[in-house]
């Protein structure tokens, strides 16, 4: 089992920047594929990007590409998620989850597929 901590919300006006740590326990974090996820108020959980257990393999949903990366450092325990131009839309509590069944250059997207998930950041972005 991992726990998961993230990190370095906050607000943020339009265009600005934030970049997101999550903190793994355990000394298996390479085991997982780890994806970020964001829910906004009345909204479902959406995924944000996720990166595969190399780290060779990264996908983003559409309304973030170009804005945002993601990396990880296995010798940490840590992924990252590193926003650039913030809009307010963006504007949500931010998860991070671990996902034990992808394969080492693999990754999914669906929520459901991930195992162990973060309390979440907030993330406000005001215009």
């Known amino acids: 089992q991992v726990q998961l901590v993230e990190s370095g919300g906050g607000l943020v006006q339009a265009g600005g920047s934030l970049r997101l740590s999550c903190a793994a326990s355990?000394?298996?974090?390479?085991?997982?594929?780890m994806g970020w996820f964001r829910q906004a108020p009345g909204k479902e959980r959406e995924f944000v990007g996720g990166?595969?257990?190399?780290?060779?393999?990264?996908d983003y949903a559409d309304s973030v590409k170009g804005r945002f990366t993601i990396s990880r450092d296995n010798a940490k325990n840590t992924v990252y998620l590193q926003m650039n131009s913030l809009k307010p839309e963006d504007t949500a509590v931010y998860y991070c989850?671990?996902?034990?069944?992808?394969?080492?250059?693999?990754?999914?997207?669906?929520?459901?597929?991930?195992?162990?998930w973060g309390q979440g950041t907030q993330v406000t972005v005001s215009s």
């Open positions: 990166i595969s257990r190399s780290g060779s393999t990264t």
């Open positions: 355990g000394r298996t974090f390479s085991s997982y594929a």
């Open positions: 989850a671990a996902d034990r069944r992808s394969g080492w250059v693999s990754l999914r997207i669906a929520a459901a597929e991930y195992d162990y």
